[in-house]
């Protein structure tokens, strides 16, 4: 049986949270130019029960760079999530994906950076092994107090990909180090 189509639909307010970090966060996410990503979220299908990837940034390439150069559109990057996982985290957790997602945007476009562990040792610096299993108790990327990330741990811009994973949660078996892939960055 032929797989469904993915259908998408722009997450505006994920573009404003991709804006409001770049704002905040200017010496950690510095190679990334909000015009350049959109958000895009799937509506027809769902997240696999076994999947953990909770979204993925894709490099625009190919076909579809020179249709958007053609076009004018500045867009670079897509980061693809589920509306279904979306319409339930907490703010927090939409904030920390997002975050996370931006890291992979390498400063040179059209390519991405893989990561520096099983996630950014920055961000587990500051938010912890766990994150993205915290939810509401996560602390908020856009809250009262900007969260003080270790810049000397920032993900090399020299080692990049064109695939990354993120596990959903930490893992208790060390995995072989990750080839560079030419697939997109996934969070989770």
């Given at each position: ?7 998408y ?7 404003e ?7 905040v ?15 895009l979220?799937?509506?027809?299908k ?8 909770l979204?993925?940034?894709?490099p ?6 020179a ?19 979306w ?10 994906i ?36 915290k ?11 900007k ?11 020299t ?23 030419e ?6």
């Amino acid at each position: 049986m032929a797989q469904k189509e993915k259908v998408y639909s722009q997450v505006e307010e994920a573009e404003e949270i991709v804006k409001e970090l770049c704002k905040v966060y200017p010496d950690e996410l510095w190679p990334v130019r909000p015009d350049n990503v959109v958000v895009l979220g799937i509506e027809n299908k769902e997240r696999g029960e076994k999947s953990k990837t909770l979204a993925k940034v894709i490099p625009i390439k190919g076909a579809e760079k020179a249709v958007f150069q053609i076009n004018n559109v500045p867009v670079r990057y897509i980061i693809e999530l589920y509306w279904s996982d979306w319409n339930v985290w907490c703010m927090a957790v939409k904030e920390a994906i997002i975050f996370h997602e931006l890291l992979h945007i390498d400063p040179e476009i059209g390519k991405t950076i893989r990561h520096d562990c099983e996630d950014f040792r920055m961000m587990i610096d500051a938010m912890g092994v766990d994150w993205s299993s915290k939810g509401d108790s996560l602390p908020r990327l856009l809250g009262d107090e900007k969260i003080k990330f270790n810049l000397d741990l920032r993900p090399s811009v020299t080692e990049t990909a064109e695939g990354d994973e993120i596990p959903e949660g930490p893992k208790e078996e060390k995995e072989e180090e990750e080839k560079p892939t030419e697939d997109a960055d996934e969070l989770f």
